[in-house]
């Protein structure tokens, strides 16, 4: 069975500062994608970036890219040079070879204050 | 291009009624997928459409169903309605080609459905 553990219910940074979501998982299938979504307020869930298992480097997408520890079994999102439109709830989800079915962490909320 | 689409955004229905969701697919796009979003059980995936055919399910009750139609676009229904339906569901497509662990799935804005 496929696991998301998100353990920052909550984080506050301030405006321009980095700021990194933990996210670990666990799977015993050697093929998979790891996926950072973005859900504000409206509900909308926006797909931000990508990592597959496969993948030598890490991720990035303009002010995110994604620390991703394979030994460790880690997918951390960093966003850099925060913005006050980035509070919002931020999850990470995994893909295996089994179909399209994301399981989901449980999210972090995260604010960003001047 | 125009990107997921669901209707209505808003629901209120009362207890044992059924309801059905409208899911517009990104052009192109063959995988539909449903998942079921409430504060106590987070985000849980329902099912997934793909060509048609119901491809992957997860654990919920035969009342809750769902369809996809030729042009790619689906419909969930569910029956006897419950309190503990109340939630946002949020439909996702995806090109469905290639390895499944790589194929990103983009969302739509959610039906809140609210259940009296």
């Known amino acids: 069975a496929q696991k998301i553990t998100q353990t920052q219910p909550g984080m506050f940074v ?3 500062e980095a700021v990194t979501l ?6 015993s299938d050697p093929s ?4 950072w979504y973005k859900q504000p307020s409206s509900g909308e869930m926006i797909f931000l970036i ?8 890490n991720a990035t997408e303009g002010r995110y890219s994604l620390n991703f520890q394979k030994a460790r079994k880690s997918a951390n999102l960093v966003i850099s040079a925060s913005q006050l439109g980035d509070s919002a709830m931020y999850f990470c989800a995994m893909l295996t070879g089994g179909g399209n079915k994301l399981t ?6 995260l604010k960003v204050e001047l | 291009k125009a990107g997921v689409t669901q209707t209505p955004r808003y629901l209120i229905k009362t207890r044992g009624q059924q309801v059905t969701l409208s899911c517009s697919p990104i052009s192109g796009h063959r995988s ?5 979003q409430t504060p106590g059980q987070g985000l849980q995936f329902l099912f997934e459409y793909f060509s048609e055919t119901q491809r992957n399910k997860g654990n919920f009750p035969g009342r809750f169903s769902g369809r996809q139609f030729s042009n790619s676009r689906s419909e969930m229904n569910v029956s006897t309605l419950e309190l503990g339906d109340s939630a946002l569901y949020l439909c996702a497509s995806s090109l469905a080609v290639g390895g499944s662990y790589t194929d990103t799935q983009y969302f739509g804005p959610g039906t809140r459905l609210t259940v009296l």
């Open chain 1, 32 to 35: 998979y994608g790891l996926f």
């Open chain 1, 50 to 57: 990508y990592q597959g298992s496969y993948d030598q480097q």
């Open chain 1, 22 to 27: 933990d996210c670990t998982y666990d799977t």
């Open chain 2, 32 to 36: 539909v997928s449903w998942y079921q």
């Open chain 1, 14 to 16: 301030q405006e321009k």
């Open chain 1, 104 to 109: 989901f962490g449980t999210g972090t909320q």
